[in-house]
């Protein structure tokens, strides 16, 4: 099998690389990125001499470097990890976000079309369904429930998804959609909730929580995710989404106070912060459908997770130093200065 994964050099993309050349060794690995601020190679460092994996840098917009690309691989699967994936940086700059997350869909579907796929995979994100109240605990995402996005990071990915499956009503294309809440775990890039706040109590820097803290996700470790998507290429059914959650809800504030814990600092770090425009209020999955038809369950449990991504970025310091000590600087300070807070 020969398996094409875009944006392979971030966060989840990478460690689904990791993952699958450990559970399938006999499977070719193509890894496409563009390496934007997000992507990062020395994260791919453990298998970039291995004789089943090949990077290759190249936007997934350029459409004859993709052509190209599948006519000298053959993949019998594309996963589709690349895109922009950061919510501020949607609300600050939407346009590379319609470019990379839609356009560069279609062009990977185009490709496919073109040169024949087994299967094409997009994954795709739990925020296309908008958000829950808060006072409505019995709510949750199912594959039904409509599309409603918020930000134009998420309506940039529901347009994706829209457009997944016009290309398997319209041309046949065998594609599978998984959307999946929010994941944590290695190699997540600070910008975002938890490694932003463990890298900021490490150097004993405040913790910038938006608004009032009480904004819900549904947490799930990286490695059940990329299990899942391993076992939806394989067995999923054509056509289908397949939602991914692990019934973890957590309030922003209590996720904030257990780091602090867990590395033992003081709770006088945190300050609220201005809100994010549109916040969403809560995101919650009902991954009953993958649980049947697929046998996948969640492994791990939040209170080992967390204790074992802390332990990674007390292990792995140069590998987000590195990347704070860049252009991550004057992210930072544009983001979080306009907040109200300076480094
Ligand atoms: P990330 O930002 O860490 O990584 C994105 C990767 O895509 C980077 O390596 C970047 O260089 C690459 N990339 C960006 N634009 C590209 C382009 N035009 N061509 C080629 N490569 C490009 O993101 P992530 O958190 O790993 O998310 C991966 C995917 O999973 C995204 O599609 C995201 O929408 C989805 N998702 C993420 C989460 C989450 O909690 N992080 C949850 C559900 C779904
Ligand atoms: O400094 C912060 N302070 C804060 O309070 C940051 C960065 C975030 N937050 C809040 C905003 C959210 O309510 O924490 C929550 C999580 O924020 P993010 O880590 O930015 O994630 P979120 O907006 O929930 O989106 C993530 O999950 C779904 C990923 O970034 C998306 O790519 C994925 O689709």
């Given at each position: 099998?020969?398996?094409?994964?875009?944006?392979?050099?971030?966060?989840?993309?990478?460690?689904?690389?990791?993952?699958?050349?450990?559970?399938?060794?006999?499977?070719?690995?193509?890894?496409?990125?563009?390496?934007?601020?997000?992507?990062?190679?020395?994260?791919?460092?453990?298998?970039?001499?291995?004789?089943?994996?090949?990077?290759?840098?190249?936007?997934?917009?350029?459409?004859?470097?993709?052509?190209?690309?599948?006519?000298?691989?053959?993949?019998?699967?594309?996963?589709?990890?690349?895109?922009?994936?950061?919510?501020?940086?949607?609300?600050?700059?939407?346009?590379?976000?319609?470019?990379?997350?839609?356009?560069?869909?279609?062009?990977?579907?185009?490709?496919?079309?073109?040169?024949?796929?087994?299967?094409?995979?997009?994954?795709?994100?739990?925020?296309?369904?908008?958000?829950?109240?808060?006072?409505?605990?019995?709510?949750?995402?199912?594959?039904?429930?409509?599309?409603?996005?918020?930000?134009?990071?998420?309506?940039?990915?529901?347009?994706?998804?829209?457009?997944?499956?016009?290309?398997?009503?319209?041309?046949?294309?065998?594609?599978?959609?998984?959307?999946?809440?929010?994941?944590?775990?290695?190699?997540?890039?600070?910008?975002k909730l938890i490694p932003l706040m463990?890298?900021?109590?490490?150097?004993?820097?405040?913790?910038?929580?938006?608004?009032?803290?009480?904004?819900?996700r549904?947490?799930?470790?990286?490695?059940?995710?990329?299990?899942?998507?391993?076992?939806?290429?394989?067995?999923?059914?054509?056509?289908?989404?397949?939602?991914?959650?692990?019934?973890?809800?957590?309030?922003n504030?209590?996720i904030?106070?257990?780091?602090?814990?867990?590395?033992?600092?003081?709770?006088?770090?945190?300050?609220?912060?201005?809100?994010?425009?549109?916040?969403?209020?809560?995101?919650?999955?009902?991954?009953?459908?993958?649980?049947?038809?697929?046998?996948?369950?969640?492994?791990?449990?939040?209170?080992?997770?967390?204790?074992?991504?802390?332990?990674?970025?007390?292990?792995?310091?140069?590998?987000?130093?590195?990347?704070?000590?860049?252009?991550?600087?004057?992210?930072?300070?544009?983001?979080?200065?306009?907040?109200?807070?300076?480094?």
């Amino acid at each position: 099998m020969n398996i094409i994964v875009t944006g392979g050099a971030g966060f989840i993309g990478s460690n689904f690389i990791f993952y699958m050349l450990k559970a399938h060794p006999d499977y070719r690995i193509v890894c496409v990125d563009k390496l934007t601020y997000a992507g990062n190679l020395s994260t791919l460092k453990s298998v970039l001499d291995n004789p089943q994996f090949r990077f290759i840098k190249v936007d997934i917009c350029d459409r004859p470097a993709i052509y190209q690309l599948f006519e000298e691989e053959h993949p019998d699967v594309v996963v589709n990890f690349a895109a922009e994936s950061h919510v501020d940086r949607s609300i600050e700059n939407p346009e590379i976000f319609l470019q990379t997350n839609i356009i560069g869909t279609a062009v990977l579907m185009d490709a496919c079309r073109k040169y024949g796929i087994k299967r094409y995979h997009q994954v795709s994100t739990d925020e296309v369904y908008g958000d829950l109240p808060l006072d409505r605990p019995d709510l949750f995402f199912t594959e039904t429930t409509p599309i409603h996005a918020s930000s134009p990071y998420s309506s940039s990915k529901a347009a994706a998804d829209l457009l997944v499956q016009a290309y398997h009503r319209t041309y046949k294309l065998p594609v599978t959609i998984s959307r999946c809440s929010n994941n944590y775990g290695p190699y997540h890039f600070p910008e975002k909730l938890i490694p932003l706040m463990i890298a900021n109590a490490l150097n004993n820097k405040p913790l910038p929580v938006y608004g009032e803290g009480v904004n819900v996700r549904d947490w799930l470790y990286v490695e059940d995710h990329c299990r899942a998507i391993d076992l939806i290429i394989h067995k999923g059914r054509e056509g289908e989404v397949y939602n991914v959650g692990g019934h973890n809800e957590m309030r922003n504030i209590d996720i904030v106070k257990l780091i602090c814990k867990e590395l033992g600092k003081p709770e006088s770090l945190i300050i609220h912060v201005q809100d994010r425009k549109g916040h969403d209020m809560r995101y919650a999955i009902d991954p009953t459908k993958i649980h049947n038809e697929l046998g996948w369950l969640p492994e791990t449990k939040f209170a080992d997770g967390i204790k074992k991504t802390i332990r990674w970025y007390l292990d792995n310091r140069t590998w987000w130093e590195t990347i704070l000590s860049g252009e991550y600087k004057n992210y930072y300070e544009q983001m979080y200065g306009k907040r109200g807070l300076h480094a």
